[in-house]
């Protein structure tokens, strides 16, 4: 599956905002890349509409094709379109791991998807874009428990705050997913009213 594996600073200077969290290169360079990074730019509806697009792409490892169809699905649902996509991004099972504090960041959370390294209701799932549901559970496969990346994660518990809607067993990195999210519990810096407004067209 094709995905951006450029660097991930570039896009946040870009999009003015920090797509990692605490991104010291950003900080020190918060405009633009590129000699003409500083200078004035005419901020048209549809830039502020394309930008907001490109900031929940790029924070979930999306492209454009599959953010399309997350899109379409969003529209299909009852409820808001634009929390129904964020809702739907939210619940692929990378941003999960990443969520539950399994792994450092989204990236990460999608190697170790991709390298087969969880089991979902018991099933191995290496597919990212695996949309987990209300009362699944996940557990990492017994076979690489022993890794370093989940040795790091059950010594590194709590140092990251875990949504409410999901639950984590310490002891064996086991992920209980209780609901999907509701926006209110989504802190993706994105206003997906101007992402509905930019398809709308």
Request: hydrophobic share 35%; aromatic share 8%; proline share 6%.
């Amino acid at each position: 599956m094709a995905r951006y594996t450029g660097p991930a600073t570039r896009i946040s200077r870009r999009l003015k905002v920090d797509l990692i969290g605490g991104d010291q290169a950003f900080e020190r360079r918060p405009y633009p890349p590129g000699q003409h990074g500083r200078g004035r730019i005419k901020e048209s509806e549809y830039l502020l509409q394309s930008q907001e697009k490109q900031k929940a792409r790029y924070t979930y490892g999306v492209l454009e094709r599959q953010f399309v169809r997350y899109y379409k699905e969003a529209v299909r649902r009852p409820g808001k379109t634009g929390e129904n996509l964020l809702q739907i991004l939210e619940s692929r099972l990378d941003n999960v791991i990443y969520r539950a504090g399994i792994a450092r960041t989204r990236r990460q959370a999608r190697q170790l998807v991709s390298h087969g390294h969880f089991l979902v209701n018991g099933v191995k799932v290496n597919v990212p874009s695996f949309q987990v549901s209300k009362w699944d559970i996940i557990d990492v496969r017994p076979k690489s428990f022993s890794m370093l990346p989940f040795v790091v994660a059950k010594e590194s518990y709590g140092d990251r705050p875990i949504p409410a809607w999901l639950q984590v067993v310490q002891s064996n990195l086991r992920v209980l997913v209780h609901q999907l999210p509701e926006r209110a519990q989504i802190d993706v810096p994105v206003q997906e009213q101007l992402i509905v407004e930019l398809y709308s067209k």
